[in-house]
Nanobody, 128 residues
Framework: QLQLVESGGGLGQPGGSLRLSCEAS????????IGWFRRAPGKEREGVSY????????SSAESVKGRFTISRDNAKNIVFLQMNSLKPEDTGVYYC?????????????????????WGQGTQVTVSS
């Protein structure tokens, strides 16, 4: 019922910036909470940032706090992940995921197994 497509990945320089996008094609986008996850080579997938249905609440992993910002534009069915001050350890495949939730709820889904819909992922490589 919901399709997610990530874009914006590529090669970034340490200290540089990249902006990822997650575009949804399904209806009632404002009924879905969204999370960004990533999988580094040889490691388990981990949560990065999360945002509520309205965009009024968000949270990020300690490893990216102060550097990454998640936001959404429900009128355009899109979620962004602005990545600043990139580090080599940010390298990995980034996925956006969605789970149904009532519009306006402040609850943040922060566990991978809570999400139902997943995008295909976009590669981010940070290297000098």
């Amino acid at each position: 019922q919901l399709q997610l497509v990530e874009s914006g990945g590529g090669l970034g320089q340490p200290g540089g910036s990249l902006r990822l996008s997650c575009e949804a094609s399904g209806a009632h986008f404002d009924h879905y909470a969204i999370g960004w996850f990533r999988r580094a080579p040889g490691k388990e997938r981990e949560g990065v940032s999360y945002i509520s249905t309205s965009g009024g609440h968000s949270s990020s992993a300690e490893s990216v706090k102060g550097r990454f910002t998640i936001s959404r534009d429900n009128a355009k069915n899109i979620v962004f992940l602005q990545m600043n001050s990139l580090k080599p350890e940010d390298t990995g495949v980034y996925y956006c995921a969605a789970v149904m939730a009532p519009y306006g709820t402040s609850y943040l889904f922060q566990r991978e197994n809570e999400y139902v819909y997943w995008g295909q992922g976009t590669q981010v490589t940070v290297s000098s």
